[in-house]
């Protein structure tokens, strides 16, 4: 076995669409846990349920991965939860520096209910990786999604996520791929980029 990975799915989709990333890492050695949870949660109630769920589903420090909000949700936990063990990380198109999408979204009454208790976390901020555990990031770069609907994004990114927004201050790599953000969590490309990662500590 290669150990433990626990997998964390996106705002809207259930924690089956990590199931393709699920398999391959299955493939590689990998004993998998997938993270259910719902978005519109106070996002508070998700970093204590995901801090839980490693706790209690996992024997020793697993990788993490996570996709979307997921992603955030696995860098604001280990970044909280000191004391909670961890492998390697990798965030998949993570906004973990805001969402300017997020919050043209959240600006409508429709929107600040889809959003719910995710609403806050999608404000400008910074993002620092202060523990010792390699942080993989992968961003994309194909302009297709929601948030395009919502207005022009600026620079590069995947029709929802700037790649600017997933940059953490002392990430160990990050990797640019040409996928929009919902292809992102089921990819081969990003799923073979992850499994790299995982065992390397490097995307080269």
Do not use: K
Request: proline fraction near 3%.
């Amino acid at each position: 076995m290669s150990g433990e990975v626990v997998l964390v799915g996106g705002l809207w989709v259930p924690a089956a669409i990590m199931l393709w990333m699920g398999a391959r890492l299955a493939r590689a050695g990998y004993r998998v846990h997938r993270f259910s949870y719902s978005g519109r949660d106070p996002l508070e109630d998700n970093l204590e349920r995901l801090a839980r769920f490693a706790r209690s589903s996992c024997a020793g420090a697993a990788h993490f991965v996570g996709h979307s909000l997921g992603g955030v949700l696995i860098h604001d936990v280990l970044q909280r939860e000191s004391r909670l063990q961890a492998g390697r990380v990798v965030l998949v198109g993570a906004p973990v520096r805001g969402s300017l999408a997020g919050r043209r979204l959240g600006a409508a009454g429709i929107g600040r209910w889809m959003l719910g208790g995710s609403r806050a976390r999608w404000q400008a901020c910074e993002a620092r990786w202060r523990r010792p555990e390699a942080l993989g990031v992968i961003a994309g770069t194909r302009p297709f999604g929601l948030g395009r609907l919502l207005g022009a994004l600026p620079g590069a990114n995947d029709g929802v996520v700037l790649v600017d927004e997933t940059g953490v201050d002392g990430m160990s790599a990050r990797v640019l791929v040409r996928e929009a953000h919902s292809a992102l969590a089921v990819s081969p490309n990003v799923a073979s980029l992850t499994e790299r990662f995982l065992r390397r500590g490097s995307f080269a």
